[in-house]
Antibody, heavy 123, light 112 residues
Framework: EVQLVESGGGLVQPGRSLRLSCTASGFTFGDYAMSWVRQAPGKGLEWVGFIRSKAYGGTTEYAASVKGRFTISRDDSKSIAYLQMNSLKTEDTAVYYC??????????????WGQGTLVTVSS | DIVMTQTPLSLSVTPGQPASISCKSS???????????LYWYLQKPGQSPQLLIYEVSNRFSGVPDRFSGSGSGTDFTLKISRVEAEDVGVYYCMQSIQLPLAFGQGTKLEIK
């Protein structure tokens, strides 16, 4: 059974940093791209970014709203994907979902989702 | 960037009756590889979103056959042949032919 478990969310002040983790199980983690999707309170879904599998370079792509502030990385030996969030803004407040992405050279879609972790950016 | 527009934004359906949601994209989602990169998700109350339909019309594993997707180019439709109580939630369409991936605003389905 595919499982994705996010952790690391919480309350953080504007301008500070936070790192989210996504621990995967039930599939060969290294074979898949991984994406992050967020949902502000009461709002819709927003794609944040993704990381390709090592077979496709392990490179990353980001939404314009987070580019330069957020960094996605992966540790295939531990089956963990990370979302490093720097220079956080109040508008980054959202539930952050880790997703499995069957895409190869580009992000495709999200076939499995974690339960989400809430990040609240507030002073 | 591609904009995804869903209609209606909400609908109320009697159990056993059909439901239909439209999704229009600002650009064609047909790729040169022959695939159309349009997906449907359902977010049930208090839950994470779940994949329903991939590449316009393919049901994901475990999705009941009362759900069907159709369309081409820029116009797409999700249909539920007979709505059940467990179908309540917000439905999102999404495109992935081009970055940034984009979702529709969501359509909230409730039961009468």
């Amino acid at each position: 059974e595919v499982q994705l478990v996010e952790s690391g969310g919480g309350l953080v002040q504007p301008g500070r940093s936070l790192r989210l983790s996504c621990t995967a199980s039930g599939f060969t983690f290294g074979d898949y791209a991984m994406s992050w999707v967020r949902q502000a309170p009461g709002k819709g879904l927003e794609w944040v970014g993704f990381i390709r599998s090592k077979a496709y370079g392990g490179t990353t792509e980001y939404a314009a709203s987070v580019k330069g502030r957020f960094t996605i990385s992966r540790d295939d030996s531990k089956s963990i994907a990370y979302l490093q969030m720097n220079s956080l803004k109040t508008e980054d407040t959202a539930v952050y979902y880790c997703t499995r992405d069957p895409g190869y050279s580009s992000s495709s879609h999200f076939d499995y989702w974690g339960q989400g972790t809430l990040v609240t950016v507030s002073s | 960037d591609i904009v995804m527009t869903q209609t209606p934004l909400s609908l109320s359906v009697t159990p056993g009756q059909p439901a239909s949601i439209s999704c229009k994209s600002s650009q064609s989602l047909l790729h040169s590889d022959g695939k159309t990169y349009l997906y449907w998700y359902l977010q049930k109350p208090g839950q994470s979103p779940q994949l329903l339909i991939y590449e316009v019309s393919n049901r994901f594993s475990g999705v009941p056959d009362r759900f069907s997707g159709s369309g081409s180019g820029t116009d797409f439709t999700l249909k539920i042949s007979r709505v059940e109580a467990e179908d309540v939630g917000v439905y999102y369409c999404m495109q992935s032919i081009q970055l940034p991936l984009a979702f529709g605003q969501g359509t909230k389905l409730e039961i009468k």
